[in-house]
C-alpha cells in the first residue's frame, strides 16, 4: 500500500500544515508517511504545495510523483498539477475557484472555501473542511487519529473551531456520498 497526495493552492490557506497533519495522522495510524512542502517566496498568495506519502513499508523517494488524491484551492494549481495526477485517482478541488475541464480522473468539486466562510465566517479552516472531507472519501487516515493530530498541531483557541471544521467536512462528505449512491 502507498498512497500519495498533493495539497494545493496558494500561500496562507494551510496546505502546509495540512500536508503535516495528514502525515501525522498516518503515523498514529501505524502508517510510514512523509512530508514534503514546497511555496512561493510570499508568505501569503504565492503558490503553495505539499506532498504526502502514506506507506505500509519504507518510503526511499521523498516527492509524490504519481498522484493517487489530488487537492486543488487555486485554479492555477489544478493548471500546474492535474497531469501528475494518476488515472485512477481522484480530483478534489474548490468549485468555488476552480474551472475545469473534463478529465479521465475521478473528479469531486466543492466549493470548500464558500462552504468555510458561511458555517465558520472565515476561509481559514476551508484546508481542514477539505481535508476531512478527503479523508471521509478515501480513508486515507483515520479521522481519529486526523483529530489526535489536529489536537498537537492546533493552539487552543483555534481548536474548537478546527474541530468543528472536521465534523463540518465529514457531513459534506457523507451528503455526497449519499448523493451519488
Not at 495528514?22 to 508568505?43: F, M, N, V
Not at 478529465?103 to 472565515?122: R, V
Request: a positive charge.
Amino acid at each position: 500500500m502507498k498512497i500519495q497526495t498533493r495539497l494545493s493552492g496558494s500561500g496562507g490557506q494551510g496546505l502546509i500544515l495540512g500536508g503535516i497533519l495528514l502525515a501525522e495522522a498516518a503515523i498514529l495510524d501505524g502508517k510510514k508517511a512523509l512530508q514534503s512542502q514546497s511555496y512561493g517566496p510570499e508568505s501569503r498568495g504565492g503558490s503553495s504545495r505539499s506532498d504526502v506519502i502514506i506507506s505500509d513499508k519504507p518510503i526511499y523517494f521523498p516527492r509524490a510523483t504519481e498522484l493517487d488524491n489530488l487537492l486543488c484551492l487555486t485554479q492555477e494549481s489544478a493548471d500546474k498539477f492535474l497531469e501528475f495526477l494518476k488515472p485512477d485517482g481522484i480530483f478534489f478541488y474548490d468549485s468555488s475557484q476552480i474551472k475545469i475541464n473534463p478529465i479521465d480522473a475521478k473528479s469531486i468539486g466543492i466549493p470548500f472555501t464558500e462552504k468555510a466562510i458561511e458555517k465558520f465566517k472565515t476561509p481559514l479552516v476551508a484546508n481542514i473542511v477539505a481535508l476531512s472531507f478527503i479523508g471521509k472519501i478515501t480513508n486515507i487516515v483515520s479521522l481519529i487519529s486526523f483529530k489526535k493530530a489536529l489536537k498537537m498541531r492546533i493552539k487552543p483557541k483555534y481548536l474548537e473551531m478546527n474541530l468543528n471544521a472536521v465534523k463540518f467536512g465529514i457531513q459534506l462528505a457523507e451528503k455526497f456520498l449519499k448523493s451519488n449512491e
